[in-house]
């Protein structure tokens, strides 16, 4: 099977900070995720912190087109308590963030939402790994 150059890309920065994540985080149902503030910020890498326990980074963000959005819907998820599977399956094929935020959780001001995530995101994705 040929490995993607996404996923190798999406692979590097999550796998540096897993094995720590595997640590900290308690185990749990699928989906759900730690809420010590110190896992999910360790040092400035904190984004393998994010992926629900049971699936490793690179199977969370299998089927993204880019690591930003694998970020922010990481960042999303967490941000509204949602499924992180549920968001997956509606942003990893097309659909934006802001429209999958609005259909699982219409109360919420998507838009918004989504510029956090994604602010988020960008902030992991530009802070020295370690």
């Known amino acids: 099977m040929k ?5 190798t890309a ?3 920065p999550l796998l540096a900070v897993a ?3 595997q640590t900290t985080q308690s185990s749990g149902v699928a989906g759900s995720y730690t809420t010590d503030p110190a896992a999910t910020r360790p040092g ?4 393998a912190a994010l992926v629900p326990p ?3 980074p690179s199977e969370a963000c299998n089927g993204f087109n880019s690591v930003q959005l694998c970020a922010a819907t990481l960042h999303a998820a967490q941000n509204l308590n949602l499924n992180f599977s549920d968001l997956k399956h509606k ?3 097309g659909e934006s ?10 109360q ?6 989504e510029r956090r995530a994604k602010a988020q995101a960008l902030q992991d994705l530009q802070s020295p790994q370690g």
């Not at 490995?3 to 996923?7: A, D, I, R």
């Not at 400035?44 to 984004?47: F, I, P, S, V």
């Not at 963030?97 to 219409?106: E, F, M, S």
Request: glycine share 8%.
């Open 91 to 93: 942003v990893a094929p």
């Open 54 to 56: 049971g699936i490793t």
């Open 44 to 47: 400035k890498a904190g984004l």
């Open 10 to 12: 999406i692979a590097a």
């Open 3 to 7: 490995v993607s150059l996404v996923t």
């Open 108 to 113: 919420a001001d998507a838009a918004a939402e």
């Open 19 to 21: 094995a720590w994540a």
């Open 97 to 106: 963030l802001g429209a999958a935020i609005h259909t699982l959780r219409p």
